[in-house]
């Protein structure tokens, strides 16, 4: 009995960490794919991951300064060819959101946005029924 025991304590402790490897998330892979997809002419000038911890987080932001007749470009990748359910949203330094990848119930890649005014911009990342709640995006820029 006690062999029993042991035996189903070491297949659920290999179950439960076969479970774990695959929600873990790598973001890093995402990026590094990301990067190429870049619009033509624009530059790379970030990456950001996004983990949302297989649903733990809701939301996820980073800041940046953009600057005054700079035209920008988010693109979000995740795994397949679609962003799994990720909204990228571009708010100003007052908060006030001025670009988001979803529209019209469509999941964009990205969006572009031409800054016109020189200051701190807010980039958030949220998921709307996303699977894996893991890719990554990249910021580019051109003049």
């Known amino acids: 009995m006690k062999a029993i025991v042991v035996v189903l304590s070491i297949a659920f402790s290999i179950l439960l960490s076969v479970e774990e490897v695959k929600a873990q998330c790598d973001p890093s892979v995402y990026t590094e794919a ?3 997809q870049l619009a033509e002419g624009f530059n790379f000038v ?7 911890e297989g649903g733990a987080k809701d939301k996820i932001e980073y800041s940046y300064v953009f600057a005054k007749g ?3 470009f988010l693109n979000i990748c995740a795994e397949g060819d679609q962003t799994d359910g990720i909204v990228v949203s ?5 908060r006030k959101k001025v670009g988001t990848s ?4 469509n999941f964009n890649r990205g969006i572009i946005y031409p800054c016109n ?3 701190i911009y807010y980039i958030t990342f949220t ?3 996303s699977q ?3 890719g990554g995006a990249v910021l580019g820029f051109k003049r």
């Open 132 to 134: 894996s709640h893991c």
């Open 117 to 119: 005014a020189t200051g």
């Open 127 to 129: 998921f709307e029924g």
């Open 34 to 36: 990301c990067i190429p």
């Open 46 to 52: 970030k990456s950001y991951e996004i983990n949302g």
């Open 90 to 94: 571009l708010y100003d330094s007052n």
């Open 70 to 72: 700079t035209q920008y």
């Open 102 to 105: 979803y529209a019209n119930g």
